[in-house]
């Protein structure tokens, strides 16, 4: 009987571990998430905090006991892999709940770590009203912010999917939201017709929207909100401000074992490092 441990349980660790019960009975799998939720709806983050989706247990597909009646699959929340061992085939584990650590051994280890949202060195960016949005705990922060504080401005940093996703719900909730992007049109990877069809929609919308405007230079304090100041010389204000400007992926274990490495994992055309 083969036993297989996957790092990492949302989307695509999840995905692996289901499958790998469809292809063996008999295998012993274990997932280890880092985070207390595996199988949420990453797409239905953004409309959580517009309010589309009303209830949080939407957003959660699959909870680890689900999956061990299921699949019977041993899914370990709140579990963070703290280093690989390739050559003695075993992981170091903390159970974040308890504090503890153990080791786990494998046959055959899965990584599926995903990416952080990329967050800068800019003075200011830990100001307690900039958020950015990868989780369900991200989106709880940023929904329970909306709720307490009120704010009636808002600034999204990067024009990409999640940045139009986020604005699309920030508008829906009420907040006068605006755009910034660096560059001269807002979705890079499409066509500048087609991205000119996307600021008629948000203009239509009433979101705002500033392309070309550069980086950041810096993120100030404003009265409890942010004034951004811009490398074209503008600054623009507001009550919160969402960072989209794109994810970086997480390949510190996979580094730390003596894998190879440049943007993310390097794999062969089997996907095996």
Do not use: W
């Not at 970086?248 to 490092?273: C, F, M, Q, W």
């Amino acid at each position: 009987m083969s036993k297989y441990l996957i790092i990492g349980g949302v989307a695509g660790g999840m995905s692996c571990a289901a499958r790998l019960r469809r292809l063996s009975e008999d295998a012993k799998v274990i997932v280890f998430e880092r985070g207390e939720f595996v199988s949420f709806a990453n797409c239905g983050l953004p409309y959580y905090i517009g309010g589309k989706i009303t209830e949080k247990s939407a957003l959660v597909l699959q909870t680890p006991e689900s999956f061990k009646s299921r699949f019977n699959i041993d899914v370990r929340v709140l579990s963070e892999v703290l280093s690989i061992d390739p050559a003695a085939k075993k992981i170091k584990v903390r159970d974040i709940y308890v504090g503890k650590e153990y080791e786990e051994t494998y046959d055959k280890l899965i990584l599926s770590p995903g990416a952080a949202p990329v967050k800068p060195d800019i003075p200011g960016i830990e100001h307690p009203a900039i958020f950015s949005l990868r989780n369900i705990p991200d989106t709880l922060r940023i929904k329970n912010f909306i709720d307490t504080k009120k704010p009636s401005t808002a600034i999204v940093v990067g024009g990409g999917y999640i940045g139009l996703e986020m604005a699309e719900n920030l508008a829906e909730a009420g907040i006068h939201t605006t755009v910034v992007e660096a560059l001269p049109q807002v979705l890079n990877v499409v066509d500048p017709e087609i991205a000119a069809m996307v600021n008629i929609v948000l203009k239509n919308n009433k979101v705002n929207l500033k392309t070309g405007v550069g980086g950041v230079l810096s993120f100030d304090d404003n009265n409890g909100g942010v004034k951004i100041l811009l490398t074209n010389g503008q600054d623009v204000k507001a009550d919160m401000v969402i960072l989209s400007i794109g994810v970086s992926p997480e390949t510190g274990l996979a580094k730390a074992a003596g894998l190879k490495t440049n943007r993310g994992i390097i794999v062969d055309e089997y996907l095996r490092t």
